[in-house]
């Protein structure tokens, strides 16, 4: 019983965050109210973007190692992970759950996985989430488009980038990752 609740409590929120989307994307109108709504949205989807690249960066590195160890040991070969449209996200108001739609997703999760991969680089991988974003904002009525990756971009910034051979900077670049989804 127990259970239902609180998966109940899940669905609703996940249908709130759908619906909050939603209703951004189908109301371009010029009043405070619309605009207000579409840059808490646009807020919330770049808080998804960097959150799922993340992710997909992560659960690339996970499933790698899950899958040499399976073929080392003759096992069989795990899932390979996917994206969710949806994130758990900091807000003014607590952890709330935000929402893209899957196609988003699945782009952002495939950049952060090519990034883990080192398939591509740094900027290669702001450049293709930017025109995620830039997509987005568009599908939401945002002008100016949301900036997805702004953590990845700081780093770049502070000369943090693949490049660097500095221990140090590293552990720092790992820890910034998460505080730059923190702050969105």
């Known amino acids: 019983m127990l259970g239902n609740l609180f998966g109940g409590a899940k669905k ?5 965050a759908k619906q909050e989307y939603e209703k951004a994307r189908q109301s371009p109108g010029d009043t405070r109210p619309e605009i207000a709504a ?11 973007i960097d959150k799922t690249f993340i992710e997909g960066a992560e659960k690339t590195a996970d499933f790698t190692e899950r899958r040499m160890v399976a073929l080392a040991a003759g096992d069989e070969k795990p899932h390979a992970p ?19 739609p899957l196609e988003f997703a699945e782009e952002v999760f495939k950049i952060g996985a090519a990034f883990q991969l080192e398939e591509v680089s740094a900027e290669q991988a702001i450049e293709l989430a930017q025109a995620v974003a830039e997509r987005l904002s ?24 693949e490049d660097s ?3 140090s900077q590293s552990a720092d670049q790992e820890g910034g990752s998460h505080d730059a989804q923190d702050r969105a």
Do not use: W
């Not at 609703?12 to 709130?16: I, N």
């Not at 579409?38 to 998804?48: N, Q, T």
């Not at 996917?82 to 893209?100: M, P, R």
């Open 138 to 161: 568009e599908d939401i009525h945002l002008d100016p488009p949301i900036q997805a990756l702004g953590f990845l971009r700081e780093e770049l910034a502070e000369g943090g980038g």
């Open 165 to 167: 051979d500095d221990d």
């Open 12 to 16: 609703e929120e996940m249908l709130k």
């Open 82 to 100: 996917a994206a969710t449209a949806f994130q758990k996200i900091k807000s003014v108001n607590g952890e709330i759950l935000a929402y893209i």
């Open 38 to 48: 579409r840059i808490r949205v646009g807020l919330r989807c770049r808080a998804v």
